[in-house]
């Protein structure tokens, strides 16, 4: 008998060992998925700004840290750049998210200044994008908040070549302001600004100065339906 019972508490004894193994088997498994992602977003922050050792299939290094030519600047205003875009605000506020322009110089007052809609950083699962110091941690996905210079300017991202009119505001991250074809009323980019108008995207890149015009971003940042993993 006392055999029996000393084997009851083995057997006891190995169970719990065996679920505790399992039980903590899955908060190693999450946070590799978590470092796995937080690694691609981090390689697409580098492809975009420029900083990347390698590059999209079927494209050279080369070719992505060639310049690109802008187009035209058919909207540029006549007394650029005297008068230019001083300030780009960006909102974080669903379901728009506002952008307004404020203008300065002699021809400031008869400008276009919005507000225009656009879609920020979706930011990845688990984390809050609306705390200003994760926002701005590279990898994250979220809009950076705060106010910042642009930084300069590009025809395209190098991620995505849908992605058009790209202002730079924070390119160590690949982060800017860029058209895209799909804006929806919530939070959905990988960190930029998608601006729903072309012809907005275009106005700002023509109009902004790098190092004189700023981009603040602030408002409340909501968790979307879906964000990126």
């Known amino acids: 008998m006392p055999k029996k019972s000393q084997q009851r508490k083995h057997k006891g004894r190995v169970t719990s060992r065996s679920s505790k193994r399992a039980s903590t088997k899955k908060p190693t498994l999450a946070r590799a998925v978590k470092k796995s ?27 992505l840290l060639t310049p690109q030519p802008l187009a035209a600047h058919s909207l540029r205003n006549s007394d650029f750049p005297n008068t230019y875009i001083k300030q780009i605000s960006v909102s974080l506020d669903d379901p728009d998210h506002w952008l307004t322009l404020s203008w300065t110089g002699p021809n400031s007052l008869s400008q276009e200044v919005g507000p225009f809609r656009t879609s920020p950083g ?4 688990g984390l809050n994008c609306d705390d200003a110091a994760m926002s701005r941690r590279s990898g994250t996905k979220c809009t950076p908040k705060g106010a910042f210079a642009v930084e300069g300017f590009q025809r395209r991202l190098n991620s995505d070549s849908r992605a058009t009119f790209v202002t730079w505001f924070m390119q160590r991250r690949g982060i800017a302001l860029h058209y895209f074809p799909v804006v929806p009323a919530y939070a959905a980019s990988h960190g930029c ?11 700002i890149q023509d109009n902004s100065q790098v190092d004189e015009t700023q981009v603040v971003v602030s408002g409340m940042w909501t968790k979307p339906p879906k964000q990126w993993s």
């Open 37 to 63: 992602a937080l690694a691609r977003a981090k390689a697409l922050e580098a492809l975009d700004s420029g900083k990347t050792a390698g590059g999209r299939r079927g494209v050279s290094r080369r070719a």
């Open 193 to 203: 600004v998608r601006i729903e108008s072309k012809r907005v995207a275009q106005l």
């Open 122 to 125: 979706a930011g990845m699962k």
